[in-house]
């Protein structure tokens, strides 16, 4: 059974610092990866998807990578913004078309 | 192209009542899959449907629950003789067919229900 886990669970930063958000899955048979941000009492806003033959995706100021064989992915975020404080969650997809089993989240607050 | 739609957004129920929510997919969108989101608890899988068919049901409660993907219309989430722990966040997602866009599920905006 495919579990997930997020480290850490909460993370207080400055603004404009670099941080690193991380992620580990048991199973490594993955198809695909994908981070998520949630804002409290709002839906899920899809922020990168890796596949399972890719090492890592850029989008602004994000950036994931991902080592399937040690089952571990990163989200790393660059110059961090107070509008960056939300619960980011990592999901990982086993088959094309399969559900998503996700994590329990890391909940990031950034200080102006 | 409007994004995954779900109502309502807040529905209330009284203990023994029936909750229905209902999802929208994406336009072109044939794959539409629910979650649910406990109180300080992550999210987890419930109900993976296509058009007029359950893919993968083994997330969800075997008793009160049930869901459907007709050929026409949004994707319903029943729930009968609703009880307090039903009290969640659900999520609808869709995706289209396989081999485009990798399989990206796109999440709707959810469904609070309290159970009173």
């Known amino acids: 059974k495919q579990e997930v886990t997020q480290i850490p669970a909460a993370l207080s930063v400055p603004e404009g610092e670099n941080l690193v958000l991380n992620c580990s899955f048991t199973?490594?048979?993955?198809?695909?990866l994908q981070w998520f941000r949630q804002d409290p009492g709002k839906g899920l806003t899809s922020l990168l998807l890796?596949?399972?033959?890719?090492r890592e995706q850029t989008s602004g100021r994000l950036n994931a990578s991902l080592d399937k064989s040690s089952g571990r992915s990163t989200l790393y975020i660059a110059a961090s913004q107070p509008g960056d404080s939300a619960t980011y969650l990592c999901?990982?997809?086993?088959?094309?078309?399969?559900?998503?089993?996700f994590g329990e989240g890391t909940q990031l607050t950034v200080n102006p | 192209n409007a994004g995954v739609m779900q109502n309502p957004r807040h529905l209330v129920r009284r203990r023994g009542q029936e909750a229905r929510l209902r999802c929208s997919p994406m336009k072109g969108h044939s794959h539409v899959y629910w979650y649910r989101q406990l109180p300080e608890e992550g999210l987890k899988f419930m109900v993976y449907?296509?058009?007029?068919?359950?893919?993968?049901e083994s997330g969800m409660p075997k008793e009160r629950f049930s869901a459907e993907f007709p050929k026409e219309g949004p994707s319903i989430l029943r729930i009968q003789q609703v009880v307090r722990g039903d009290s969640a966040a659900y999520f609808c997602?869709?995706?289209?067919?396989?081999?485009?866009?990798?399989?990206?599920?796109?999440f709707g905006p959810g469904t609070r229900l309290t159970v009173l």
């Open positions: 199973d490594s048979a993955i198809y695909n």
């Open positions: 890796i596949q399972s033959s890719q």
């Open positions: 999901a990982v997809q086993e088959t094309s078309g399969s559900r998503l089993t």
């Open positions: 449907l296509q058009k007029e068919n359950i893919i993968d």
């Open positions: 997602a869709s995706s289209p067919e396989s081999g485009f866009t990798y399989n990206e599920q796109f």
